[in-house]
């Protein structure tokens, strides 16, 4: 019995190696072969995300980029396309279509996240809306509030693949776009862009994306990097942690790959492209997490996407055949925004030329006493040769309405020293005038300030850097003294004159006119009709009617203290 029961185990133990042995071998393998094949699969390719900012309608570089896409996911790349704003308007073919031409190529350039800028706003909130709808990229913007329903209008972050974005906008779009454009009739806001939170927004957006499993952060940003008043990108990335790269827009500047530390003390990359597709940017990030941006300029890249191309040409030959290649006037020399070596954009300091011409425009159109526009409405030259709508579209191109008002001279004198603050560093505030002259007085430090939204403030009994104003007398051709109690009407358009654009306030105004007209259509209306199509040789240089004083050396606290010589 006890031999039967022994040959009975060792049949069992022979049964169990030659069977389950095997199986738990074979099991063994498998899983070991499902890893590998689990890691090779699960391996980490780059990442490429290319980026742009305040392209403002640049619309033949959008083939660029595309191409530029396709041929580094043939090489097996992980890419992702985005904008850092400022793409719907800023040239004729955006403005005249409203932004819907732009939209069109955008999404056949097969953009993956935008945030939204200042200039997505101009053709107001519901047309906003209208194109986010139809763009098939994501839209991030963690600060854009229905102060109705306190509720964001767009989500904060997107995550894609183990990259978040987290897009911001900065909150004083409030006063560079149209500010009616974000309150009711009774001037109430309907929208804001939460200036006081702002960081505590997207660091709520950074857990947020981390807990959806993202292991690098990027900040599309449409803040700027030094002139903000409210919020820099720089003090972004200082005040918050777990951020890896901010792309940045809204000032142009031209940033490959600078470094700031964060609230943690570790180093967060800031790059911006510029403006107007100058540089494509590249975010890369290797398999082992490293990430580094460069810039690359549009002229090294010569690949091309002939889909875009042929939705631009045909854009180009609609808009063409509706209205650009109407030839208004000529000119013998340049109207010009810049200075005359090229190097800086005088306008935005300084009198121009075709500042001039268009302040004129507008004074002569509606007869009033002062015609003014801001700087920052002026976007291109007119070089030698015919004048074409297509042309003044390219200066004027933000469709803005001119009206009149009636208001004191201590309003304008406020206004003009509010447009002067920054003065001689360039500004988009910075008044181009008809019918007044003044100077500026450089060496006094602006007392100019800004109240919680943005809107400037000329504080009681302030030592004043506008001085000697004089006002153009219609009936005998004299500039004569502004009179502080006497009221004038002013010309030009809505953002500056009712709608608190770039912060200036006219100080109880009265309206006077209110108009349909656009800036285009009354520039061009003054060279057919009161230049007769030739543009006068008494623009071929500034008239004089801005004087800047300036001494490096001098100390404004000796300057002298001058209230603008008003009676």
């Known amino acids: 019995m006890r031999h039967a029961i022994r040959y009975i185990k060792q049949r069992i133990n022979i049964l169990l190696c030659s069977t389950i042995l095997p199986i738990v071998l074979l099991s063994i393998s498998m899983s070991i072969y499902s890893c590998v094949k689990e890691c090779v699969k699960t391996q980490k390719k ?42 719907l308007s800023g ?54 509030l229905d102060l109705r329903l306190d509720k964001q209008i767009f989500e904060g972050n997107t995550v894609l693949g183990d990259v978040a974005f987290i897009g911001v906008t900065t909150p004083t779009v409030l006063t560079s776009s149209s500010p009616k454009n974000f309150r009711d009739e009774n001037m109430n806001y309907l929208y804001g862009f939460c200036s006081d939170s702002i960081c505590k927004l997207v660091q709520r957006n950074v857990d947020e994306a981390k807990s ?63 403006a107007y597709f100058k540089n494509i940017g590249i975010l890369s990030i290797d398999s082992k997490g490293n990430i580094k941006t460069r810039l690359r300029e549009k002229k090294t890249i010569y690949l091309k996407d002939y889909r875009i191309d042929s939705i631009v040409v045909k854009g180009i030959e609609n808009f063409n055949n509706m209205a650009a290649n109407q030839i208004i006037g000529s000119t013998s020399f340049d109207l010009s925004i810049m200075n005359y070596s090229g190097s800086r954009r005088a306008v935005r300091s300084s009198e121009t030329n075709l500042g001039d011409l268009i302040a004129d425009a507008f004074r002569e159109s509606t007869g009033a006493d002062i015609g003014i526009i ?18 003044i579209q390219a200066v004027c191109p933000f469709e803005n309405h001119v009206s009149v008002i009636k208001v004191s001279g201590q309003s304008i004198l406020d206004a003009i020293e509010m447009a002067t603050m920054k003065a001689p560093k360039e500004s988009g505030a910075f008044f181009q005038v008809a019918g007044i002259s003044y100077e500026i007085d450089t060496r006094i430090e602006t007392e100019v300030k800004r109240d919680s939204t943005g809107i400037l403030l000329v504080p009681e009994n302030c030592r004043r850097r506008v001085r000697n104003v004089r006002v153009l007398d219609r009936k005998d051709g004299i500039y004569k003294p502004l009179h502080s109690k006497k009221e004038y009407t002013v010309a030009g358009i809505e953002f500056i004159l009712t709608d608190k654009g770039d912060g200036i306030s006219f100080a109880g105004y009265k309206t006077v006119m209110t108009s349909a007209t656009t800036d285009v259509q009354i520039i061009a209306e003054y060279i057919r009709n009161d230049l007769h199509g030739i543009i006068d040789q008494k623009y071929a240089r500034p008239g004089n009617r801005i004087s800047i004083v300036e001494e490096k050396k001098a100390d404004s606290k000796k300057a002298p203290d001058i209230i603008g010589h008003i009676n």
């Open 46 to 87: 780059e990442t490429i995300i290319l980026f742009d900012n305040d392209v403002h309608c640049a619309v033949d570089i959008y083939s660029h980029i595309s191409a530029l896409r396709d041929s580094l996911e043939k090489e097996g790349k992980n890419v992702y396309t985005v904008s850092s704003g400022d793409f």
């Open 91 to 144: 040239g004729n073919m955006g403005n005249y279509f409203h932004g819907k031409f732009i939209v069109d190529i955008m999404n056949c350039a097969r953009y993956d996240v935008i945030t939204i800028g200042n200039h997505e706003f101009d053709f107001g909130i519901e047309t906003l809306k209208n194109r986010m709808d139809s763009l098939h990229a994501k839209i991030v913007c963690c600060n854009f």
């Open 212 to 274: 959806k499993g993202a292991r690098h952060i990027i900040i599309l940003s449409h803040l700027g990097n030094s002139l903000n008043p409210i919020l820099t990108s720089t003090e972004l990335i200082r005040k918050t942690n777990g951020i890896d790269a901010v792309l940045d827009g809204h000032e142009h500047n031209v940033i490959e790959c600078d470094t700031i530390l964060n609230s943690d003390g570790k180093p967060v990359l800031l790059s911006s492209t510029g």
């Open 374 to 391: 801001n700087s920052g409405s002026i976007r291109n030259n007119i070089n030698r040769g015919e004048i074409t709508f297509n042309k």
